[in-house]
Protein backbone atom coordinates (compact mmCIF):
# COMPACT_ATOMS: atom_id res chain seq x y z
CA UNK A 1 0.00 0.00 0.00
CA UNK A 2 1.67 3.46 -0.97
CA UNK A 3 2.05 6.17 2.17
CA UNK A 4 0.18 9.00 1.67
CA UNK A 5 2.78 11.58 2.14
CA UNK A 6 2.08 15.25 3.60
CA UNK A 7 2.73 18.33 1.51
CA UNK A 8 4.55 21.23 2.90
CA UNK A 9 4.40 24.53 0.90
CA UNK A 10 6.76 27.41 2.01
CA UNK A 11 6.54 31.00 1.87
CA UNK A 12 9.67 32.55 1.81
CA UNK A 13 10.56 36.10 3.97
CA UNK A 14 10.22 39.45 2.79
CA UNK A 15 12.03 40.25 -0.61
CA UNK A 16 13.74 36.45 0.07
CA UNK A 17 12.90 33.97 -2.69
CA UNK A 18 12.42 30.28 -1.85
CA UNK A 19 16.44 29.64 -1.77
CA UNK A 20 16.24 30.03 1.93
CA UNK A 21 15.05 26.62 2.74
CA UNK A 22 17.63 24.80 0.77
CA UNK A 23 19.27 23.61 4.09
CA UNK A 24 16.00 22.34 5.68
CA UNK A 25 16.11 18.28 4.95
CA UNK A 26 13.04 16.22 5.49
CA UNK A 27 12.15 12.46 4.94
CA UNK A 28 10.75 11.87 1.34
CA UNK A 29 8.99 8.78 2.12
CA UNK A 30 6.98 10.99 4.48
CA UNK A 31 7.14 14.65 2.91
CA UNK A 32 6.97 16.15 -0.10
CA UNK A 33 8.06 19.77 -0.67
CA UNK A 34 6.79 22.46 -2.48
CA UNK A 35 8.60 26.49 -2.58
CA UNK A 36 6.45 29.07 -3.49
CA UNK A 37 7.80 32.48 -4.72
CA UNK A 38 6.30 36.34 -3.58
CA UNK A 39 3.82 37.29 -6.16
CA UNK A 40 3.65 41.12 -7.08
CA UNK A 41 0.89 43.61 -5.80
CA UNK A 42 -1.59 44.38 -7.97
CA UNK A 43 -1.76 47.67 -6.98
CA UNK A 44 0.18 49.78 -3.86
CA UNK A 45 -3.79 48.84 -2.35
CA UNK A 46 -4.19 45.38 -3.07
CA UNK A 47 -5.34 44.11 0.36
CA UNK A 48 -3.01 41.41 1.70
CA UNK A 49 -6.13 39.40 1.94
CA UNK A 50 -6.89 39.24 -1.57
CA UNK A 51 -2.65 38.77 -1.87
CA UNK A 52 -3.16 35.57 0.51
CA UNK A 53 -6.22 34.58 -1.60
CA UNK A 54 -3.99 34.76 -4.80
CA UNK A 55 -0.62 32.71 -3.10
CA UNK A 56 -3.18 30.23 -2.66
CA UNK A 57 -3.72 29.65 -6.22
CA UNK A 58 -0.40 27.96 -6.21
CA UNK A 59 -1.54 24.83 -3.71
CA UNK A 60 -2.93 21.72 -5.38
CA UNK A 61 -3.35 19.47 -2.29
CA UNK A 62 -5.94 18.67 0.18
CA UNK A 63 -5.14 20.24 3.60
CA UNK A 64 -1.75 21.25 3.06
CA UNK A 65 0.66 22.25 5.61
CA UNK A 66 1.48 25.92 4.97
CA UNK A 67 5.31 26.97 6.64
CA UNK A 68 6.41 31.05 6.37
CA UNK A 69 9.01 32.67 7.66
CA UNK A 70 9.11 36.37 8.80
CA UNK A 71 6.56 38.17 6.50
CA UNK A 72 5.84 34.89 4.65
CA UNK A 73 4.65 33.97 8.44
CA UNK A 74 1.59 36.60 8.43
CA UNK A 75 1.43 35.65 4.71
CA UNK A 76 0.92 31.77 5.55
CA UNK A 77 -1.25 33.01 8.44
CA UNK A 78 -3.78 34.63 5.80
CA UNK A 79 -3.36 31.85 3.26
CA UNK A 80 -4.89 29.11 5.62
CA UNK A 81 -8.18 31.61 5.88
CA UNK A 82 -8.87 30.63 2.69
CA UNK A 83 -8.00 26.86 2.86
CA UNK A 84 -8.47 23.70 5.32
CA UNK A 85 -4.66 23.29 6.13
CA UNK A 86 -3.46 20.35 8.12
CA UNK A 87 -1.12 22.77 10.26
CA UNK A 88 0.66 26.16 9.50
CA UNK A 89 3.58 27.24 10.77
CA UNK A 90 5.37 30.46 11.58
CA UNK A 91 9.36 30.98 11.52
CA UNK A 92 11.20 34.27 13.12
CA UNK A 93 7.29 35.70 12.52
CA UNK A 94 4.87 37.35 14.68
CA UNK A 95 1.19 35.52 15.30
CA UNK A 96 -0.33 39.03 15.61
CA UNK A 97 0.20 42.57 15.49
CA UNK A 98 0.40 42.68 19.35
CA UNK A 99 4.01 40.63 19.25
CA UNK A 100 5.08 43.27 17.10
CA UNK A 101 8.10 45.71 18.65
CA UNK A 102 7.31 49.25 19.83
CA UNK A 103 10.02 50.56 17.24
CA UNK A 104 7.82 48.69 14.82
CA UNK A 105 4.86 50.55 16.27
CA UNK A 106 6.58 54.14 16.54
CA UNK A 107 7.38 53.54 12.52
CA UNK A 108 3.55 52.60 11.56
CA UNK A 109 2.00 55.54 13.44
CA UNK A 110 4.81 58.50 12.44
CA UNK A 111 5.04 56.72 8.81
CA UNK A 112 8.26 56.48 8.77
CA UNK A 113 8.30 53.28 6.62
CA UNK A 114 7.47 55.71 3.48
CA UNK A 115 11.22 57.17 4.01
CA UNK A 116 12.59 53.28 3.79
CA UNK A 117 15.55 53.28 1.28
CA UNK A 118 13.97 50.45 -1.38
CA UNK A 119 16.86 51.00 -3.67
CA UNK A 120 19.13 49.06 -1.26
CA UNK A 121 17.83 46.00 -2.03
CA UNK A 122 16.43 46.93 -5.29
CA UNK A 123 19.88 48.29 -6.37
CA UNK A 124 22.00 45.91 -4.35
CA UNK A 125 24.87 45.05 -6.71
CA UNK A 126 25.74 49.22 -6.76
CA UNK A 127 26.04 48.89 -2.86
CA UNK A 128 28.54 46.08 -2.96
CA UNK A 129 31.53 48.56 -3.61
CA UNK A 130 30.84 50.38 -0.14
CA UNK A 131 31.29 46.46 1.07
CA UNK A 132 34.76 47.07 3.11
CA UNK A 133 36.23 43.57 5.06
CA UNK A 134 35.37 40.35 4.30
CA UNK A 135 32.23 39.86 6.96
CA UNK A 136 30.29 42.95 4.65
CA UNK A 137 31.28 41.30 1.83
CA UNK A 138 30.20 38.14 2.62
CA UNK A 139 27.26 39.61 3.84
CA UNK A 140 26.68 41.32 0.90
CA UNK A 141 27.00 38.65 -1.41
CA UNK A 142 24.40 36.69 0.92
CA UNK A 143 21.95 39.30 0.41
CA UNK A 144 22.66 38.76 -3.22
CA UNK A 145 21.43 35.57 -2.99
CA UNK A 146 18.81 35.01 -0.90
CA UNK A 147 17.11 38.93 -1.36
CA UNK A 148 16.19 38.46 -5.31
CA UNK A 149 12.83 39.85 -5.39
CA UNK A 150 13.84 43.26 -5.95
CA UNK A 151 10.56 45.20 -7.44
CA UNK A 152 9.87 48.06 -5.81
CA UNK A 153 5.97 47.68 -5.62
CA UNK A 154 6.46 44.40 -4.19
CA UNK A 155 8.74 46.07 -1.61
CA UNK A 156 6.60 49.11 -0.52
CA UNK A 157 3.63 47.36 -0.20
CA UNK A 158 5.16 44.16 1.70
CA UNK A 159 6.76 46.93 4.27
CA UNK A 160 3.06 48.51 4.61
CA UNK A 161 1.68 45.37 5.40
CA UNK A 162 3.70 44.24 7.78
CA UNK A 163 3.15 47.62 9.91
CA UNK A 164 -0.66 47.46 8.99
CA UNK A 165 -1.25 43.82 10.13
CA UNK A 166 -4.42 43.71 12.15
CA UNK A 167 -4.89 40.52 13.36
CA UNK A 168 -5.50 40.26 17.00
CA UNK A 169 -5.93 36.61 17.74
CA UNK A 170 -3.94 34.01 17.24
CA UNK A 171 -5.89 31.50 14.41
CA UNK A 172 -6.00 27.93 15.41
CA UNK A 173 -3.48 25.08 14.55
CA UNK A 174 -0.81 27.38 14.35
CA UNK A 175 3.36 26.63 15.36
CA UNK A 176 5.60 28.91 16.50
CA UNK A 177 9.26 28.37 16.11
CA UNK A 178 11.31 31.54 17.25
CA UNK A 179 14.92 32.13 17.58
CA UNK A 180 16.04 33.94 20.93
CA UNK A 181 18.45 36.59 19.59
CA UNK A 182 16.07 37.81 16.81
CA UNK A 183 16.76 41.48 16.62
CA UNK A 184 13.77 41.95 14.54
CA UNK A 185 10.94 40.36 16.38
CA UNK A 186 12.50 40.05 19.71
CA UNK A 187 11.50 36.99 21.92
CA UNK A 188 10.28 38.80 24.94
CA UNK A 189 7.35 40.14 22.57
CA UNK A 190 6.39 36.61 21.58
CA UNK A 191 4.29 34.19 23.58
CA UNK A 192 3.66 30.40 23.03
CA UNK A 193 6.81 29.31 20.43
CA UNK A 194 9.06 27.15 20.55
CA UNK A 195 12.51 28.58 21.10
CA UNK A 196 15.09 27.80 18.92
CA UNK A 197 18.81 28.92 21.51
CA UNK A 198 20.62 31.60 20.04
CA UNK A 199 18.35 31.69 17.08
CA UNK A 200 18.56 34.86 15.17
CA UNK A 201 16.08 35.95 12.44
CA UNK A 202 17.55 34.35 9.69
CA UNK A 203 18.05 31.14 11.28
CA UNK A 204 16.54 29.49 9.02
CA UNK A 205 19.86 29.55 6.93
CA UNK A 206 22.12 28.13 10.12
CA UNK A 207 19.75 26.36 12.25
CA UNK A 208 17.91 24.66 9.98
CA UNK A 209 18.77 21.15 11.13
CA UNK A 210 16.88 21.60 14.75
CA UNK A 211 14.32 23.27 12.48
CA UNK A 212 13.64 20.38 10.42
CA UNK A 213 13.52 17.97 12.97
CA UNK A 214 10.62 19.99 14.91
CA UNK A 215 8.59 20.62 11.88
CA UNK A 216 8.60 16.94 10.98
CA UNK A 217 8.27 15.74 14.46
CA UNK A 218 5.02 17.81 14.91
CA UNK A 219 3.37 17.24 11.86
CA UNK A 220 4.54 13.38 11.85
CA UNK A 221 1.60 13.35 15.10
CA UNK A 222 -0.77 14.71 12.68
CA UNK A 223 -0.33 11.42 10.70
Known sequence: MKKTKIHIYFVPGLAASSKIFEFLKFSETDFELHFLEWLIPLSEHESIQDYAKRMTDSITNSNPVIVGVSFG???????SK???PKKVI????????????????????TKAYKLFPTKVITNIEEFTIYAFGKKAKTK????????SVRNSNYLNWAIYNVLHWNQTKPIENLLHIHGTND???PIKHIKNCVEIKNGTHVMILNKAKIISKIIADSLLLLK
Open 73 to 79: GIIAQEM
Open 82 to 84: HLN
Open 90 to 109: IISSVKTSNELPKRLKIIQK
Open 140 to 147: VELYKKYL
Open 183 to 185: NIF
